[in-house]
């Protein structure tokens, strides 16, 4: 039998949580070496980074972010998927956060669609942001957050203005300002919406049916991304001791429905295989 196995990130800080939302959130490189290392211990393929200012700001620092990189690197060896964010958290412009991504060596990063072309008068700068990215042996991923994000990029694609056929995607489910929390039952519109049609896509959940949530998406044919940028909580309630215990209650709840976790060079395999036009769509 062909078992298909999943793809477990790990976002362990995100860009606004602080030592007073739960004193294991990772901040310096030191720390996410450490969270990055348990977290693959746990089953996670790949590792979303934030980095931070002196005092603890959101920042786009490419010294920053290979520091931190290669703290993870050197705690976790050559198999764990390291990607660096380009989020702007309202602090960088579009020109300001390509700018900081071109500037920053990385093996993966993610794009925000909404950040990066808040107008039409952006798109091409996207295209050849990408079409740089590929050229250097970087993945791209791109950040969706409702279907018509996921129209918008659909359109993008067809129109030829990113140079490659298909490209990896994650859909955010849910707000992290206290809104909405992410549920199950956000999928289906997404689907019907044609995330099933990307040859990668993944799903991110605010708030703490996390773990409910992306187990769902795996089911339907996704993989998943977890940790404390998204929800601090286990399935039952409790809140979890670090990140690899979030890892480690997805990665149990996959295996236990015959879904095993992937290791990153599955994902960088699955992720080229995409960018090159040889991806399979997942079915749903």
Do not use: K
Not at 8 to 22: C, K, L, S
Not at 48 to 73: F, I, N, Q, W
Not at 76 to 93: F, K
């Amino acid at each position: 039998m062909n078992v298909r196995s999943v793809a477990i990130a790990v976002a362990p800080n995100g860009g606004r949580r602080t030592g007073a939302d739960h004193p294991a959130l990772p901040i310096g490189p030191a720390q996410l070496a450490r969270c990055a290392a348990a977290a693959a211990e746990a089953g996670a393929a790949m590792i979303h980074l934030h980095v931070r200012d002196a005092d603890g700001r959101h920042v786009l620092d490419p010294e920053a972010s290979a520091a931190a990189a290669a703290a993870v690197r050197a705690a976790v060896g050559p198999d764990m998927l390291i990607q660096q964010t380009s989020e702007s958290l309202g602090r960088y412009s579009p020109d300001e956060q390509r700018a900081a991504v071109l500037a920053t060596p990385s093996e993966s990063v993610s794009l925000a669609l909404r950040e990066l072309v808040p107008d039409a008068g952006h798109e091409a700068a996207l295209g050849d942001l990408v079409g740089s990215l590929v050229a250097r042996d970087c993945l791209p991923q791109i950040i969706l957050y409702d279907a018509g994000d996921l129209s918008r990029l659909r359109d993008l694609l067809q129109r030829g203005v990113l140079p490659v056929q298909d490209i990896p995607v994650l859909v955010a489910l849910g707000r992290y300002d206290g809104g909405t929390g992410a549920t199950p039952r956000m999928l289906p519109p997404l689907l019907q919406a044609g995330l099933a049609g990307f040859g990668h896509w993944s799903v991110c959940a605010f708030g703490p049916e996390e773990t409910r949530t992306v187990t769902a998406a795996a089911l339907m044919g996704g993989h998943v991304r977890v940790g404390f940028e998204n929800n601090l909580h286990l399935p039952d309630g409790r809140m979890a001791r670090d990140n690899a215990e979030l890892v480690g209650a997805t990665s149990a709840a996959l295996r236990a429905l015959g879904l095993p976790p992937c290791d990153g060079n599955g994902v960088r395999r699955e992720w080229r295989a995409v960018l090159e036009g040889r991806g399979t769509p997942q079915p749903a």
